[in-house]
């Protein structure tokens, strides 16, 4: 998506402050929303992070709980059955609280776009690591045994994630692997509407 997804003005207008956040940040904010179709309702979009198949994911600031997050935005294309697969991925993984797990908190629509918030992880995608080696045979092991811990908890709460891949696990930059991108999740409690009987889910390479 090109662009900048399309906004209004923030409710409330209130930025970082001493003691909040750095000056730096405040300065980033404050010219964020100064552009046009930066302010989504409680959110000023920062900048991109990163994008897949169904939307893009922006660095913002939340006014109200004054906070950076990580909100992923439905990409304005997307058709009716993307939007219902980016609201389940939404509900699903809100109701998942794991130390590997990137946590999703709340779910919102600006107009025709849905859009959710999650924790911002900084760090680097498993793929990057691997493909640049820079990991040792001991940490990938740690990191695969939470990825592994953060699945196992996940099954338990009845949600089946689909598409593991190393691009949907970001390694922060303490070391701690956390899993992300509920896209493709189904809840166990009977098949999905919307996934065609024979439909091959996920990544071929990674099946």
Known sequence: MSGHPPGGTSPSGRTP???TASADLHAEVEAARRKPGRSVGKLVI???IG???MGVVYRAWQDDLQR???VKMLSPEANDTMRKRFLREAR???RLRHPHIVAVHELGEHGPRAWFTMDLIEGTGLDVLVKKRRLTTTQFMQIAGSVA?????????GVFHRDIK?????VGADGTAYLMDFGLAIEQAGASKLTISGMVMGTPFYM
């Not at 811990?149 to 709460?157: S, W």
């Not at 190393?166 to 970001?170: A, G, Q, W, Y």
């Open 149 to 157: 811990k953060a699945l196992d908890y996940a099954h338990g709460e």
């Open 92 to 94: 699903l993984a809100s």
């Open 17 to 19: 402050r001493p003691g």
């Open 68 to 70: 950076v997050v990580a």
């Open 166 to 170: 190393p691009s949907n696990v970001i």
């Open 46 to 48: 920062l900048n991109e």
């Open 51 to 53: 994008r897949g198949g």
